[in-house]
């Protein structure tokens, strides 16, 4: 994903620079993301709290996924991006293809 700027702080990002849609996501866990379509909807002192809720959590102890443990924290501001999404699913009997599913969206 094209990233716009890294922060190592949430306070050090200034919302009226960025793009009218964007995503913000933190490094150091899964599902640490806010995807934003319009930035006149945004509420500044909720996404600062979710933001340090996030930087508080060890996300490696909470899952057992120690590979975070140690990563340096930083939170990431990435272009919004609108791509379509297409998914092939192709069924084989017999190792030959018999059947192709494809769902958009």
């Not at 909807?41 to 709290?49: G, K, S």
């Amino acid at each position: 994903m094209p990233v716009i700027k890294i922060y190592d702080d949430i306070n050090e990002i200034n919302f009226n620079d960025l793009p009218n849609k964007f995503v913000i996501k933190y490094n150091h866990g899964s599902g640490m993301n806010i995807i934003f379509n319009n930035k006149n909807d945004l509420n500044i002192t909720r996404i600062v709290q979710k933001i340090n809720k996030w930087k508080n959590m060890n996300y490696g102890f909470i899952t057992t996924e120690f590979q975070y443990i140690y990563v340096k924290r930083r939170i990431f501001v990435e272009q919004f991006l609108t791509i379509e999404k297409i998914d092939y699913k192709i069924y084989c009997f017999n190792g030959k293809p018999e059947f192709i599913l494809v769902k958009k969206n």
